[in-house]
């Protein structure tokens, strides 16, 4: 059995950030669930299919593989058997996330895989349902978030940086309809597991956040 790290939060609190750098620190494999949704939103997307088309959706899942392994340590997305791992982080792509993953089958899709990586290895998993549904009996689950405000400055210096023009309140609008639709979905929405332990990363430093969750794990 795998020691196994569950950390979900809202888009934006740095899950992947933090994730990432405790994962290089204790030796454990990062494992990013959004990035396998996307995955399948890419599926659905190339398809031609709208969200709001859930049968059409349901049955495009039917042939759909998604696959994950990792490169120099870095995790890769197969779409039936293509990288798609630099279409990932595309806008539409994630809008197309947020919409399909209510979609019970679409979860659905995804647990077993998911299950199986954490039950053989060492992972630190981020999602929106890994403390709650995923891994019910992880060692250690942790619900990392921060404010709209902050989490929206983050979005938007990043994009800046990318040299991508964009506006700060369509971020922020963006940010909150997300976080309505991860935590009001009837499957597995986004909240905090009960035995979580809460980590508000508004006013803390990416050092501070990496070493406050270090300290909870083995
Ligand atoms: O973490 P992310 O931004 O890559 O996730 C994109 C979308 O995928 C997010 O809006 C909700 C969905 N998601 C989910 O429903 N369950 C997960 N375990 C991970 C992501």
Known sequence: MGYNVAIDGPAGAGKSTIAKLVAE???YIYV????MYRGLAIHFLDRGIKAEETDKVIEACKDAEV???YENGTQQVYLNGVNITGRLRDE???RMTSQCSVIP???EKLLDLQREIARTQDVIMDGRDIGTCVLPNADVKIYLTASVETRARRRFDELTAKGESCDFDEIARDIKERDARDMNRETAPLKKAEDAVLVDSSDMTIEEVVQRISQLCR
Do not use: E
């Not at 990013?32 to 990035?35: F, K, L, R, V």
């Open 92 to 94: 539409a792509v994630g």
């Open 32 to 35: 990013d669930t959004g990035a």
């Open 25 to 27: 620190k204790k030796g």
């Open 105 to 107: 089958r679409v979860r």
């Open 67 to 69: 696959q994950i392994c």
